[in-house]
């Protein structure tokens, strides 16, 4: 491993004058901190903006440089923090030590598992810090130590503001199949000299490497093409309005070929068959019915759940349900009245299932109805409820994977609602590296289920369970007696309804 020189950078002097057009930004010797740059934004959320338009244009130059600059300095401290957290782990695997595994037996520690373990740490403290997903923080920690070590002419250009951290990251992303040397070259091609690149906008970046690589070695793009056919997938993710992206990654001539075929199936409905809808709402139609075996796209589909309140499912509310599909993860909400379409619509078709949900007034999750055959076991099914098919890990927006104990069993953690959470798999390992320790309890603004993790650095983040739809009324203890258990003085139902209809 290369060493990598420090950083030193002169952090400007900042009063918080009143006049801060005349401020002295005479800079100062010193290592960055988080000190200097909180009074440096300060300074900057309270200072006059110029006042005519020549000056305005040179200031959004020079904050664009600024922020690329931080990226820069952000990428050292990453691969600074990562290659001290690795020496630690190596130093703590050569001494004689063992540790639990999940299900509390011992096991050696060898430098892998260290290596690993503090990798997996330091990308959970890195994302925290961020406010960034782990999977987002990898990638940036991993770019940082391609522009340190492969490629310091693309570094410089960041450091001097002459590229962006998303055309940083192309110009990684573009050469990862190309050995070092011819990394290196076209690294050097490129952002050596700073007239390359000078106007040539994103798309044209990508056709530059792309161009150059072929040049270079064929050989490799041709293997990275067979490699992307490994790599071929459908995915998910929520779109505006109630609606939803699905993505399928296909070889070239089998992408063109299924989109031939839906266009084909369109145009043939729109001009022969006399259909009124548009030729893109056709083909989506088309694309569903055939993947589902559905007669009609707008039945409801199999396997598709969601977590509404009593008053928006059989009243007038308006509280937007929670989508879930069958496995648990979580889709993002529509509105009430979509959920109860879709409810009316299952059980027409004999396909809904309503289960009963218990929480508190304040939304904390505490009992569920008996369990269906559709359904693992019900205490699962209240975690994947209560996080409502998500990472509970802050700004992690993966898809729960793992149910964790936040207390591991192995320390004598119980296995019920209140020591469980909900997890992907990169942060439930990530919290079983050594310095992470976790703590579960009530959140006193809220009333929900909260966990707060300590990372090894000693900062803490809290993490509080997502609300539930609200109910049709809130109940009061008035009718409870006082001696009551806590559990059954405010229970109030949340409806949890399902279509679980099975296909043959």
């Known amino acids: 491993m290369r060493n990598i020189s420090p950083v030193r950078r002169s ?18 010797p010193g290592d960055v901190g988080a000190g200097p740059i909180a009074a440096l934004h300060a300074w900057l959320l309270t200072a006059a903006t110029p ?56 096991i050696p520690v060898t430098v892998k598992s260290a290596e690993r373990d503090a990798t997996a740490s330091t990308i959970q403290q890195a994302a925290h ?15 940082a130590r391609i522009w340190h070590e492969e490629m310091p002419h ?9 590229l962006s951290e998303e055309r940083a990251l192309l110009l990684v992303k573009e050469t990862a199949c190309l050995t070092l040397e011819d990394r290196g070259r076209i690294d050097a091609d ?40 490994s790599e071929r997938c459908v995915s998910i993710r929520p779109a505006p309005d109630a609606m939803a992206y699905v993505t399928a990654l296909l070889p070239m001539a089998q992408g063109v070929q299924v989109y031939a075929a839906l266009k084909i199936a369109a145009e043939s409905a729109r001009y022969t068959g006399g259909d009124e809808r548009s030729t893109g709402q056709i083909m989506a139609d088309t694309l569903v019915e ?13 396997t598709v759940n969601l977590i509404v309140s009593d008053a928006a499912l059989l009243g007038e509310g308006h509280e937007p349900a929670v989508v879930l599909d069958g496995t648990g993860v979580g889709h993002g909400t529509v509105p009430a009245s979509v959920a109860r379409t879709l409810v009316a619509g299952a059980l027409d078709l004999d396909a809904a299932w309503l289960r009963a949900i218990y929480a508190t007034t304040n939304g904390d999750l505490i009992g569920t109805t008996s369990k269906r055959r559709f359904f693992a076991d019900g205490l699962a099914d209240l975690l994947r409820i209560r996080d409502q098919g998500t990472c ?47 703590t579960a309890g009530t959140d006193p603004a809220s009333g929900r289920h909260v966990v707060v993790t300590t990372t090894p650095t000693g900062h803490s983040y809290r993490s509080v369970a997502p609300p539930p739809p609200r109910p049709a009324r809130q109940s009061t203890t008035r009718s409870v007696s006082r001696s009551a258990p806590r559990s059954t003085a405010i229970l109030r139902p949340v409806r949890y309804a399902g279509a679980v209809r099975h296909a043959a």
């Open 11 to 28: 952090v400007p002097s900042v009063p918080l004058a009143t006049d801060t057009t005349q401020a002295d930004l005479t800079p100062v």
């Open 51 to 106: 006042g005519d338009d020549p000056a305005r244009i040179d200031t959004l130059r020079a904050l664009e440089q600024i922020k690329a600059a931080c990226v820069a300095v952000q990428a050292h401290v990453l691969v600074e923090l990562h290659d001290d957290t690795l020496r630690a782990a190596r130093e703590h695997a050569a001494a004689p030590a063992r540790h639990h595994d999940s299900a509390g037996r011992q």
């Open 129 to 143: 810090a961020l406010r960034l997903s782990p999977h987002r923080t990898r990638t940036l920690v991993g770019a």
């Open 154 to 162: 693309t570094l410089a250009a960041l450091k001097e503001g002459r």
């Open 190 to 229: 490129l952002c050596a000299d700073p007239t390359v690149l000078d106007g040539v906008g994103t798309r044209r970046l990508v056709g530059l490497i792309k161009a150059r690589a072929n040049q270079i070695d064929p050989a490799a793009l041709v293997k990275r093409a067979a490699k992307a056919v």
């Open 290 to 302: 055939r993947a589902t075996g559905q007669e009609h796209a707008a039945d409801v589909p199999v």
């Open 392 to 438: 509970r890990t802050s700004w992690c927006d993966a898809p729960i994977r793992h149910l964790d104990h936040v207390r591991p069993a192995a320390d004598g953690g119980e296995t019920g609602l209140a020591n469980g959470q909900g997890l992907c798999a990169a942060c439930n390992q990530a919290k079983e590296a050594c310095g992470w320790r976790s």
